[in-house]
Structures are given as C-alpha cells and as structure tokens.
C-alpha cells in the first residue's frame, strides 16, 4: 500500500510537469479571449456589415468579433446574405423576434380539478398510459401520444398549437404525427373558421375504419397467398403453406367485416336513442 501511494504521488508529480510544458510552449493559449454568448449588439451588425464590405470571410469576421463562425452565418444568411445585408435593419428584426418570444406566455399551473371535477393528473397519467399501449401496437411514440391527448378531451378535436402546449413537444413533431394518423385514417382535419385554423378531430367512427381497413388488407394478403399457394402448387410443402395462410386470412377477414358491420349498426341504434 505504500509503494502504491508513493507511485501515485510521483506520478501526479510528473503529469504537473508535463501539463505546465505544454502550457508554457503554447504561444497565447492560455491569453486567447473566450467567445463570448448573448446577443449580437447593433455595433456587432454594423462590424459585420464593413466586413462584408471589406470582402472579408465569414469566418475572419467572427474572429475579428470573438464570435463563433456559426453565430455570424446564421446572422446574415437571415438577414438578406453577403449582398443584401444592413445591420439597422438586422438588428431591428432581432428586437421584433426577442419581443415576440417574451410575448409568449408560459404555461400555467394546472387547476386542481377540470370542467368536471377530474384530477388532472390523473387524467395525464391515463393519457401516458394509454400511448404506452398504443406504442406496443407498432404506432410510433409521438403518433401514439397525439392520439391518446385527442381521446381524452372532450371535443374530441384539436388544434396542432393545442396539441404542442398540451404535450410540451416542438410544432414538427405533432405536425408529423398528425400526418401519420391522416394517413391511417385515424383522424381528419377540419378548418375553423373562427380561429382560422385547422381541427383535427377524431370522431366516433375511427375504429370502424381502422378495423375495416385492417380485413382489407387481410383479404390482399390472402388473395395474394392463394395466388402463391397455385404457383408452387398446393402439393408442395411451401404450397400447402400458402394455401392454409390463404385460407385463414380469407376466413378472419370475412369474420372481421360482418363483426365490425354488425357492431356499426347496433352502435348506430345506441347513438340515435341518446339523442
């Protein structure tokens, strides 16, 4: 255990050294000036703005400016590019984006119960676990928490903004999740003319088409194994095979549609007498 502490020792003794070699033949390294974060300032534009005019690089302008590359492209590829740029104008179009940004307000505390009488939190919960579910389906994650969020309001519609600040996820997530679900027919978009924007509404009959559009694909599956089953030949073994995927296929989807028809027309009745 001695020897143990005593080669340790020596050894941070030696990687001390090292290290201050290192420092001492850097020329400047421990002088250079970190970029510094916030803001570009209007006197960082008009800089800009002689150095595109002295035909200086992108990246000699963000040295001159202790700034990252990255900061000064995105700054005048937004504001007009190399040609176009005017650091007033820039700079004013930062104020108007700042100011748009504090305008947004932020979430509020939810209420202890809803509209009717409902833990909300609980009804999150649901939510989460609902998706969860949806998710060992084969729906993707977000599909899947869009569909449970619509589920469980009471309009049964949304808007995308509605759907972003209820799960707390960018605008292009929902937006492809929504594309995802008008694919499958899971919901459809309505347009509301007081808001001026799109509804995506989930209505009473989504499951009817869902499971409708799951025995259309059965019976092209089965289709497509009879077919299979006659071009090996149903006395070969892949043959046989087919023949007996075709078969059942055929029969679950026969199964499927006179179940969801008859499911349609008794849920039909049920509708019309609650009104």
């Not at 519609?157 to 799960?167: G, I, K, P």
Request: glycine content about 6%; hydrophobic content about 35%.
């Amino acid at each position: 255990m001695q020897f143990n502490l005593c080669f340790e020792l020596q050894w941070a003794v030696c990687e001390r050294i090292v290290s201050s070699a290192r420092t001492s033949i850097t020329p400047n390294s421990s002088r250079r000036t970190p970029m510094p974060g916030g803001r570009l300032t209007r006197q960082d534009r008009q800089h800009i703005a002689a150095g595109l005019a002295e035909g200086l690089t992108y990246a000699e302008i963000a040295r001159h400016l202790a700034r990252p590359t990255s900061t000064i492209t995105r700054e005048i590829t937004r504001n007009g590019g190399p040609g176009g740029y005017q650091p007033n104008r820039a700079h004013q179009a930062a104020e108007r984006r700042a100011r748009r940004r504090k305008s947004i307000p932020s979430p509020t505390a939810p209420a202890a119960t809803d509209a009717h009488g409902r833990d909300p939190e609980s009804v999150r919960t649901f939510e989460e676990r609902f998706a969860s579910l949806m998710v060992k389906t084969g729906l993707p994650r977000m599909t899947a928490r869009v569909l449970a969020c619509l589920y469980a309001t009471d309009t049964g519609s949304l808007t995308a903004a509605d759907l972003v600040q209820r799960l707390r996820v960018s605008p292009a997530s929902v937006s492809k999740a929504i594309g995802d679900l008008e694919g499958q027919a899971l919901i459809r978009r309505e347009r509301d003319p007081r808001r001026r924007r799109d509804r995506y509404v989930i209505d009473d009959d989504v499951w009817y088409h869902a499971w409708m559009a799951s025995a259309r694909m059965n019976a092209i599956l089965a289709d497509a194994a009879v077919q299979g089953a006659a071009t090996f030949g149903t006395d070969t073994p892949a043959g046989a095979r087919l023949e007996d995927m075709g078969q059942f296929l055929e029969h679950i989807g026969h199964d499927m549609t006179r179940a969801a028809e008859h499911w349609r027309q008794v849920f039909s009745t049920r509708r019309t007498k609650d009104r």
